[in-house]
């Protein structure tokens, strides 16, 4: 087959669990061009966010994506407690910390466990996905719940950890760590991994840079940068551990990092548990309402290192009960052009390995807002300067992007244009 | 014996044992076997015994889809032919004697022409599907099975040429009174199962059905009661392939003729024991190798077909050789 085909992979494909689009030019089984489309399942979240009380977005906000949660919350109420200068109490942020960790351990696992499903080794998978089972419930003993642990509130933690928990936890970690030290042995050294993921995908450090990677997808291409180090946040400046990278860029690289990063987890939890300080779960007394009733106008930037990398909340206040703007950046978003990069030139066959490599979270990435100005000339403005997302496809005559008379006429046709879509 | 009752006979192998009826049971027995394995080498429960045969008649029940763009005679001929292609060479390979139910000089080349037969079929109908993954999954079929084919007939040269048969039975029968060349034949064997995995498209060799990939390739617009037969073809694949190579490499039913006379009913059913065993213990080791492996890519699929397997087949051949020149094995 020499001709040139278009394959297409998704928006619906059983590879990916949420809806993407890959336009895949391929050569027999070389793959020469692809293309990305992304925001098929738009939330309409950050809308929601500026007509609900910060309180309430709290809750919300936590619904982005259902395996890191709590980085959401953290990065939210974070942002929001600098906004009111509240400062967090110790114990409170050794809990954060550990949910934090937790979720990080359950994630990659779950990454594991698909990298594994991807490349046709279902047994790793369902090893992975076992293990992970442990760590989930340490995740319900100690909040509650699986998946929302629901855990952060405004200048503080909800719930309180006990010594019966601490012990239980305790043990599940030394039996992961075993479990952990037997992937490290056994997943990169076996030979049929290793073909699929040795010199797959890579992206080289420079190319990591430019295109803006971030999290273990970045660290894998060797470079150095981990929120938790650079900028720490909730407990990570008082433990003890070490941000890992490696220096080939390829799947088997990101395989390995994401691994190492479970013993450094599990080792951050220990200390946790281990130094976990006596004392208030709040910054004060007052319900949080009444805490927010004082809230100042202001920008604030909230970094906080996700599963997936660094995430970033941008919330403006206006004073009001609600939230003027929270802008999401999530870590999948920045990593998505490393997809494209890896995918020309490789074969057909490592598009699931290539584009679950950067352990891509789908339907959080749906939410990007579109650049919307009032006018066309602020539109130009706007882009020009690069203010706003600038739509890549726009030309000096037409700069891309919509005013919002262009995104009414546009519903108006999508609805009434006599398609039965 | 009269004609009526030789023609009762025949329909009798043929429709019962060991062809349909038998094999349709016990296809469904070793995919429940492989299945059960390898779910629980995964730490999984697995699926309960009758599994196989409920989904069996789950998808006969279900609506056999054509594509509108299909072919359509070609589409809906394939399943069945690729069955019939792995029913019939059962009749050729020795099961509870020494001699299988048919044997002439030559029949190993028609059962392993036989064999080829749901590769091709499967070719012909994911191609006439019409459909982008049904398409490059069945250039990799095309690509996958010019790699496996030639390792494999070479393999099962070598029990062929110490021998100096064609014939399957004649096979069986002189390797289960030397037993002492089953370790001759080693790397052969060795090489026959890898070779078989890639003929039944299973891990690490499922390249052309690569679920992530192509989502399940050739097969995707086979629906009902079509992908129903397929789906049976492959188990009925694995078993013929087991029994083949249990035949070719084991010895067959041996060792049963040394307990007792293979022509007298207790030989029979020992000898149809000893089927079992080896056969269900080549389906285990199939299965133990789809389970801790991960799937290769197809070019690399060639390469470890080329580079290794087919050099260890020569290889084969020369201590097959050598073993044969020089007489060691009596």
């Given at each position: ?273 281990a130094d976990l300080p006596e ?143 | 014996?009269?004609?009526?009752v030789e023609l009762g006979q ?130 990799r079929t095309l690509t996958q ?186």
């Amino acid at each position: 087959m020499a001709e040139e085909t278009t394959i297409p992979i998704g928006p619906q494909h059983p590879s990916l669990k949420e809806p993407a689009n890959f336009e895949l030019t391929v050569e027999g089984e070389q793959i020469t061009g692809a293309e990305l489309s992304i925001s098929y399942n738009h939330r309409g979240i950050e809308q929601a966010v500026r007509s609900k009380s910060y309180l309430e977005n709290i809750y919300l906000l936590e619904r982005i994506c259902g395996i890191c949660s709590h980085s959401h919350t953290t990065a939210f109420v974070r942002g929001v407690e600098q906004l009111l200068g509240l400062s967090v109490p110790d114990r409170a942020r050794y809990v954060r910390t550990l949910v934090a960790e937790l979720e990080r351990l359950h994630s990659h696992l779950l990454w594991l466990g698909v990298a594994g499903h991807e490349i046709g080794f279902d047994t790793l998978w369902q090893y992975a996905w076992r293990d992970r089972e442990a760590v989930m419930d340490s995740l319900e003993e100690l909040t509650g719940n699986r998946v929302h642990y629901s855990i952060n509130t405004i200048g503080g933690v909800r719930e309180d950890i006990d010594t019966e928990t601490i012990d239980a936890i305790r043990d599940r970690m030394a039996e992961l760590s075993d479990r952990i030290d037997f992937y490290l042995e056994t997943v990169p050294a076996e030979r049929t991994v290793q073909l699929r993921c040795e010199d797959v995908g890579v992206v080289s450090k420079q190319r990591a840079q430019e295109l803006c990677a971030v999290g273990p997808t970045a660290r894998a291409s060797g470079v150095q940068g981990d929120v938790r180090k650079d900028e720490p946040y909730a407990a990570y400046d008082e433990v003890d551990f070490e941000v890992i990278t490696a220096e080939d860029g390829d799947l088997l690289a990101r395989l390995q990092v994401r691994i190492e990063e479970l013993a450094e987890s599990v080792a951050i939890i220990e200390q946790v548990l281990a130094d976990l300080p006596e004392g208030e779960l709040k910054a004060s007394q007052k319900p949080p309402q009444a805490l927010l009733a004082g809230i100042e106008s202001g920008d604030v930037l909230s970094r906080y290192e996700a599963p997936r990398g660094e995430l970033t909340h941008f919330i403006r206040s206006d004073g009001s009960d609600t939230p003027e703007r929270v802008h999401v950046r999530v870590p999948t978003l920045a990593n998505w052009p490393t997809v494209v990069e890896a995918l020309k030139g490789s074969y057909i066959a490592d598009t699931p390995i290539v584009v679950a490599g950067i352990d891509p979270c789908i339907s959080c990435t749906s939410r990007i807002g579109v650049a919307v100005a009032e006018d066309e000339a602020t539109l130009a403005d706007a882009t020009d300067s690069g203010v706003v997302g600038v739509d890549e496809s726009g030309t000096d005559d037409d700069p891309g992007g919509y005013t919002l008379d262009d995104l009414r006429e546009y519903g108006i046709e999508w609805y009434e244009g006599g398609d039965t879509r | 014996m009269s004609l009526a009752v030789e023609l009762g006979q025949s329909l009798f192998y043929v429709l019962v044992f060991p062809g349909f009826a038998f094999l349709f049971g016990y296809a469904l027995v070793a995919e429940y076997a492989d299945r059960k394995l390898y779910a629980r080498l995964q730490n999984r429960v697995g699926p309960p015994a009758v599994q196989p045969f409920a989904d069996f008649l789950k998808l006969l029940s279900k609506e056999s889809i054509v594509p509108e763009d299909a072919e359509g005679t070609i589409f809906e001929a394939a399943p069945i032919v690729a069955l019939a292609g792995v029913l019939t060479p059962i009749l050729y390979v020795p099961i509870w004697s020494v001699e299988a139910v048919f044997a002439f000089q030559g029949d190993l080349i028609v059962v392993l022409f036989l064999l080829t037969i749901p590769s091709f079929a499967l070719i012909f109908g994911g191609w006439h599907s019409r459909n982008a993954f049904g398409q490059v999954g069945t250039v990799r079929t095309l690509t996958q099975l010019f790699g496996y084919e030639i390792p494999f007939f070479l393999a099962c040269l070598a029990p062929a040429v110490a021998a100096g048969t064609w014939s399957v039975s004649g096979i069986a029968s002189f390797v289960g009174t030397r037993p002492l060349y089953i370790p001759v034949f080693a790397i052969g064997f060795a090489v026959a199962l890898l070779s078989l995995q890639a003929k039944l498209e299973r891990i690490p060799f499922d390249v052309p059905e690569a679920e992530t990939e192509l989502v399940t390739g050739p097969l995707v617009e086979y629906s009902g009661r079509k992908l129903a037969l397929f789906r049976l073809t492959k188990d009925v694949e694995l078993v013929v392939g087991a029994a083949l190579l249990s035949a070719l490499f084991l010895g067959g039913p041996y060792p049963a003729g040394a307990i007792a006379d293979v022509g007298s009913t207790a030989g029979a059913v020992i000898g149809f024991g000893v089927f079992l065993v080896k056969t269900l213990a080549i389906v285990f080791v199939l299965t133990v190798l789809r389970a801790v492996l991960a799937r290769l890519r197809i070019e690399q699929l060639v390469s470890v077909f080329y580079l290794w397997l087919v050099p260890l087949a020569l290889i084969q051949l020369a201590v097959v050789g050598v073993v044969g020149t020089t007489e060691v094995i009596p």
